[in-house]
C-alpha cells in the first residue's frame, strides 16, 4: 500500500505563510483524488480540502476558504497545499491521504496511504 510523506511544516507568525508538500513514491495524483486534514491537540482529524484526480476541482472547509489552495505538480508525484493568512486556530499536524472518489470527500476512513504528517504552528 502506498504511503505518503507530508513535508513543509514550521512555525510562522499569525497571518504568515506556509506551503506543504505530499510526496508519493510515483505519479499517483493523477489517479486519486487527494485530500488534506489536520489535526490539533485534542480533537478530531478534521477536512481541510481535497482535488479531484478527474476535473481538478477543488474543495474546501469553510474556514480556510480563500486562504488555502491544493494543487498538483506536473509530474503527478507531489501535492501542496498552500496556506496564506495564517490564524493561531490554524495550528495542527497536516496530513495528506487518496481516495479513489472522483471528487473529494470529507469522510477520512474514506482515504488510505495517510503518512506522519507535518506541524504547522502558528504564533499569536
Known amino acids: 500500500q502506498v504511503q505518503l510523506v507530508e513535508s513543509g511544516g514550521g512555525l510562522v507568525q499569525s497571518g504568515g505563510s506556509l506551503t506543504l508538500a505530499c510526496a508519493a513514491p510515483?505519479?499517483?495524483?493523477?489517479?486519486?483524488?487527494t485530500g488534506w486534514f489536520r489535526q490539533a491537540p485534542g480533537k478530531e482529524r478534521e477536512f481541510v480540502g481535497g482535488?479531484?484526480?478527474?476535473?481538478?476541482?477543488?474543495d474546501y472547509v469553510g474556514n480556510v476558504k480563500g486562504r488555502f489552495t491544493i494543487s498538483i505538480g506536473n509530474a503527478k508525484t507531489t501535492a501542496l497545499l498552500q496556506m496564506h493568512s495564517l490564524k493561531p486556530e490554524d495550528r495542527a499536524d497536516y496530513l495528506c491521504a487518496i481516495t479513489s472518489d472522483r471528487e473529494p470527500t470529507h469522510n477520512s476512513s474514506y482515504y488510505v496511504g495517510w503518512g506522519q504528517g507535518t506541524q504547522g504552528s502558528v504564533s499569536s
Open positions: 482535488i479531484s484526480w478527474t476535473s481538478g476541482s477543488t
Open positions: 510515483g505519479p499517483i495524483f493523477g489517479s486519486y483524488t
